[in-house]
């Protein structure tokens, strides 16, 4: 007769094992230290961004001129009603999507072709070249308006006398918006470029080498290989662009053109600060702020859906 | 149709010389295997080959083209890369077709040409994935696709399997044999794994840091390794290499240290010099301790079992002897032995070069005997019989 040979026999599992869960107090303690390393990381955002944000959405109910001794006044949505009806909305906003537009060639288009080119250049010359780009990053943007102020002096300024041309560059409308534009490009060139180069070396070789032994020629490497799998850090530049052209621009207008000529480079966030800090419109300036508050918000996490979308998890 | 010759091919990097001046010549539809522990210049010297690193002299040809200085994309080779390199961002169809796209061929073309192909690896089923959706054996059979879909003149494997585990390594070793057979051409394969070198080459050739030591069919590496390190390195458990002193002992070789005693063939008097002796643990057998002259004596230290087989540890001198045998061996831990094995499995290595020795009877013949069977002809009378060591490799 056979006889079955038992396996390895899972012993009889009782319904509860007495006393082996810890008590809820303890339980309690031993989750609580990662909140606690997190306090103040989390109170310093309540106290610095929330509370001011919140604070700023209940202004943007009231009319108050910023006087303590003045009393706010409760307009409901009149302020936000008057922000939509503002004279300069139109022609700032208008603005604001230019200077966006024509910063990324600089954020995104120049520091790609940039780094693409220098791939090649390899130990220290290499460590030269990445620091004459980023070296504007490091100006403080006050201080370079300044020395931009100097050099697009009409007729005896550096950029004039170098184009044989007498433009005023800072008082006439398309030269004073172009000013802008290049010298906060001028800014971000340097940044984006070492991003860009840190994405790019964070792609595996080993694609490129493949690519070529698969008969790729050099642009279609990079048409095919290199540009797809860079697309994350590009989107994320874009990113920047859109949510920081604000914080870029604004020191060099307000050094530069304080907006003008007439109201040539006011974007929406010096409009903001102007109604806010100028005409002492603390009601509006807060309704304004939640506006754009928001629709940044709307095209940020629109991008950020695109970049989670793009990568590709490179294992 | 691709024979590749390589001449002299040496790559220094800034410090280390990672490739020393290595002359291979692999005919069509060899498969050659490169062979060598971690670090000695396997990786470096395929890519070579393949020509994505330049050489820092020697020379490439293919079909007796020079082919040093051509970029890769015009020398007609395909490469399945350690981390398979998928693209991540392009589907297996995608990944599979890209040989095909880069060349332009039309569209139905490349379509017809994938399924062929997915068809052969058994990946029609996943052509919509992105590589991060396969598992490590798939990806491997999409690497493998990608290469043999515009049917190169040679392939390039540099150590395709490591990622896989044991059991899909064993099959798909298996598989790439076949396809080898099938396809008839020329592959270039780099590991580490000797299991995959034996059993896979019709050549081996063995690195040893940057240098190759030797290159054969798997049954001469492994039958006749032509140095120390090659015969250290085949084999599992590795062959028994122990130091012993070889003098002329009444009329014959003798080679002795503690606890080893060998009589071989008849010779006159020669310079007694140190030499490794070697002899792999398969080969030895145990005899009983009364035997009359064993070539190992010693004492069971332990004995390991490997399922169908066990292999004992046993210190002789001061020196250690595994022995390999169907299990049961009979021998217990802290048991006396005798050990013995027969005089044609002996090998010898010369004890500074690590080359292996062959006696030559001085006089005898132009072409004298091969490596350690005793002369053939009559027993060398002259005093100056010596053991030669092989100038091992043309520098
Ligand atoms: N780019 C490099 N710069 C400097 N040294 C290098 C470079 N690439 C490889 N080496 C060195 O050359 C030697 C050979 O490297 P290689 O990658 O060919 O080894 P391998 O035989 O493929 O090893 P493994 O089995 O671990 O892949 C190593 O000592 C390595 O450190
Ligand atoms: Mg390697």
Same mark, same amino acid.
């Given at each position: 007769m056979f006889v079955t040979l038992a396996a390895v026999e899972a012993p009889e599992v009782p319904a509860s094992y007495p006393a082996a869960r810890p008590s809820a107090a303890r339980r309690v303690r031993r989750a609580l230290p990662p909140f606690l390393y997190l306090t103040p990381g989390l109170g310093c955002l309540a106290v610095w961004t929330y509370r001011p944000l919140a604070e700023a959405a209940r202004l943007s109910f009231y009319s108050w001129n910023l006087l303590p001794s003045r009393p706010k006044v409760p307009v409901g949505l009149d302020n936000y009603a008057d922000v939509l009806q503002l004279p300069q909305l139109r022609s700032s906003l208008w603005l604001t999507v230019t200077i966006i537009v024509c910063l990324l060639p600089f954020s995104v288009v120049l520091p790609t072709i940039v780094a693409l080119l220098t791939q090649q250049v390899r130990g220290r010359a290499n460590a030269v070249y990445r620091a004459l780009v980023f070296a504007p990053v490091l100006v403080a943007p006050v201080a370079s308006a300044a020395i931009w102020e100097w050099l697009l002096d009409p007729r005896h300024g550096g950029v004039d006398r170098l184009l044989g041309s007498p433009v005023n560059w800072l008082h006439e409308r398309g030269p004073a918006q172009l000013a802008v534009i290049v010298i906060t490009g001028w800014h971000l060139l340097g940044f984006a470029v070492l991003v860009v180069a840190a994405g790019l070396a964070g792609i595996n070789d080993d694609y490129a080498a493949a690519a070529q032994l698969d008969g790729a020629t050099r642009r279609q490497i990079i048409r095919w290989i290199t540009l797809p799998l860079l697309s994350p850090t590009l989107v994320l530049l874009a990113l920047m662009t859109v949510l920081l052209s604000g914080q870029l621009t604004f020191p060099l207008i307000d050094t530069l053109t304080q907006g003008g000529p007439g109201d040539a480079t006011t974007n929406v966030y010096y409009l903001l600060w102007e109604y806010g800090f100028k005409s002492f419109n603390a009601g509006l300036a807060a309704a304004a702020g939640l506006v754009f508050f928001l629709g940044f918000g709307m095209v940020a996490g629109c991008l950020v859906w695109l970049f989670e979308k793009l990568s590709f998890h490179d294992n | 149709m691709s024979r590749i010759q390589i001449d002299g091919l040496t790559k220094c990097f800034s410090k280390v010389t990672a490739v020393d001046r290595v002359s291979l010549d692999i005919n069509h539809g060899d498969f050659l295997v490169l062979l060598g522990p971690s670090g000695c210049g396997k990786s470096t010297l395929l890519r070579m080959i393949a020509g994505l690193i330049e050489p820092s002299s020697g020379r490439v040809l293919l079909d007796g083209r020079d082919v040093t200085f051509t970029p890769p994309r015009e020398r007609d080779m395909a490469m399945v890369f350690q981390s398979y390199a998928l693209y991540p961002h392009l589907t297996v169809e995608r990944n599979i077709g890209f040989p095909l796209r880069s060349r332009r061929r039309p569209r139905a073309e490349i379509r017809e040409k994938v399924r062929e192909a997915a068809e052969l690896l058994e990946l029609a089923d996943l052509l919509d994935r992105r590589p991060r959706q396969l598992s490590g054996g798939q990806r491997q059979r999409v690497a493998v696709g990608r290469a043999l879909v515009r049917d190169p003149g040679a392939f390039l494997m540099d150590e395709p399997l490591s990622n896989l585990d044991a059991k899909l390594r064993t099959a798909t070793r298996g598989q790439l044999r076949a396809l080898h057979h099938r396809l008839g051409s020329t592959i270039v394969y780099v590991t580490h794994d000797q299991v995959e070198a034996m059993t896979m080459a019709t050549r081996v050739a063995v690195l040893n840091a940057g240098r190759l030591e030797q290159v054969g069919s798997p049954t001469e590496v492994y039958?006749? &390794?032509?140095s120390a390190f090659v015969a250290d390195f085949l084999g599992a458990p590795p062959m028994n290499l122990l130091p012993v002193r070889a003098e002329s002992h009444s009329g014959r070789v003798r080679l002795f240290a503690p606890g080893i005693e060998v009589a071989l063939w008849e010779a006159g008097d020669f310079p007694a010099r140190d030499i490794v002796m070697g002899v792999r643990p398969e080969h030895l057998v145990t005899v009983p301790?009364?035997?009359?002259? &064993?070539m190992f004596r010693g004492r069971v230290e332990t004995v390991e079992n490997l399922g169908s087989e066990e292999v004992a540890q046993c210190a002789v001198g001061d020196a250690t002897l595994l022995v390999r045998g169907p299990r049961p061996l009979g021998l217990r831990p802290g048991e006396q032995v005798a050990v013995d094995a027969a005089a044609d499995r002996l090998h010898m290595f010369d004890q500074a070069s690590g080359h292996r020795l062959r006696w030559r009877a001085p006089d005898v013949s132009p072409s004298p005997p091969a490596s350690l069977s005793p002369p053939s002809s009559s027993p060398p009378s002259s005093p100056r019989a010596v053991f030669a060591s092989r100038s091992a490799r043309p520098v």
């Open positions: - | 039958d006749r &390794p032509a301790t009364t035997a009359e002259s &064993p």
